[in-house]
DNA sequence: GTGCTTTGATAAGATTTTCCTATCATGTTT
DNA sequence: AAACATGATAGGAAAATCTTATCAAAGCAC
């Protein structure tokens, strides 16, 4: 049932052997097993194109009802036995994972020494595919996450600051606003991040065409090339502690009201495990505080 | 979860496993599987009785319904494909089964060639047990029949007639009615069979303690005795030309309002396959018809 | 057309799952 | 005490399922 869910999602024996982790042979194997024990074509293939036959048609809301209660049951076994006692799958975002995960991980370990975390670390439109799918039970990710499907919970607040070279003694000149970022020295992560276009919304979106067109693979890349001079970027707080103490470089915050990101806890609206979800919530948001900035530290980044 | 379902239902391995159709530890390795995945006991097994966990009552209404909405699957998959065209698992009651299949199968076979049926001949009582469980679609047996979870349909009627040896002589002095029948002579089959209560209600009930207690084990074996002078018994109308043609034997219908018994389809409320059942019902009835008796061969079988 | 790519089906062999028979341990009944 | 009933365990067989490799057909580039 679960190979004909993808397939009838997909409509594309690859791609729905790779969405059920299983090769393409498997998946054929198992739709045609289907197709002869109801005794009727689920699909039509004509050439070049896979279809859902009528009768195809009228079993798939039947079947999705059915894998949709297998899931939930699962859930409910998971919840009874207490809160965050049964595996969890999250997924989280590039640009928290590697500064939130060291926090939170031993937080959890800590409290819910029983607990098995399974993390991923994807973009954004990945991790809500996996998780509608039922491959993650919940993600971390940036807000707005609009899907009916899917109860957003916001966590944290996570501002921005910028990131320039030590050597970098302009941005020190005047007071550090939105409209003044040097937008023709920005530096950006590669699509599909969605730091890249918070960072875009946030400087002043008139001077894009003057973008340096390069793409950094993850933030530690980012800062690096930052650090050499190459130009300066927008850091979140969280990351700045774990990559701008060793590297020169100097840390700004925006005067006035400082640009942000929401950061939530993602689940699906139908998921049992509302508890566990809200624990986690509370537990991601207690971390994430441990990472915001004091006075002090500020001021020394700012060298 | 068909293993879950069956232990929560008998709260035995043994019977359930039965019920499941797998030995016994074959079920019980499932079962502990089940605990295993799931993290936490579904029954308790106390010396002596094993009881459904708190957990297990929490899970067991939600596996029935995803039990139940499989099995609907199936029937739907089976009735697209048109009327009478998929697998048929029918019950039919013993005092019944010998008579009309002979007709009901060529005439199947004749319209429906297609159609698969399978066949079970058993007690009401364990046959409405297989009806429930799934293990048939279908039965055919006497009404009255009274269950929520299924739907039963008359079919037609059988009246009872008198079988006696070809010399008794004594039912042919006055009319035959239900008051004047020979209880003291009156034989049986065994526990169980419907008719055999149905033939006891026919006749006065008040001289229920002169019985022959035998209890014969089938409708030929019974006629078998009563040819040779045993006794007499009540003898279903669509029995008739199948027993008493080839046997030395008396068959009296009764004067005024004669004794019948009802016979019905029985399937599954919830069941997907109304088409199926009425287009059955209706060959059933015609296939009945052609049992009954007419006149003369009412005259030729008194002797 | 000839080669190249894409797509789903097929073949062969390995792996995993599930099952069955036989047996055991424990508690119950006679 | 002996026979019985009940569920768990062990070992090996059977069945289902998967993977890799390969194929045939169709679309596409040249």
Redesign the interface.
Known sequence: MRYFDALATTLHFRKAAEMAHVSQPALSAQIAEMEKT???QLFERTQRSVVLS??GQ??LP??R??LR??R??EE???Q??GVL??RMRLGIIPTIAPYLVPVLIPKLREHYPVLKMELKEAVTSKLIENLRIGELDAIVAALPIEDDMLTVEPVFHDRFLIATSANDNDVLSSPMTQDNVAVERLLLLEEGHCLRDQALAVCSATKQRQLVNYGATSMATLLQMVSHGMGLTLIPEIAVRAEAGHMKMRIIPFAGTEPRREIGLIWRRQSERQDDFRTLAQCIAESAATLRLGQEELAELRK
């Open positions: 109801i005794g009727a009528e009768m009228r079993l039947r079947i009802s059915i209660e297998i939930s049951l409910i076994a998971a009874k036995r006692q049964a």
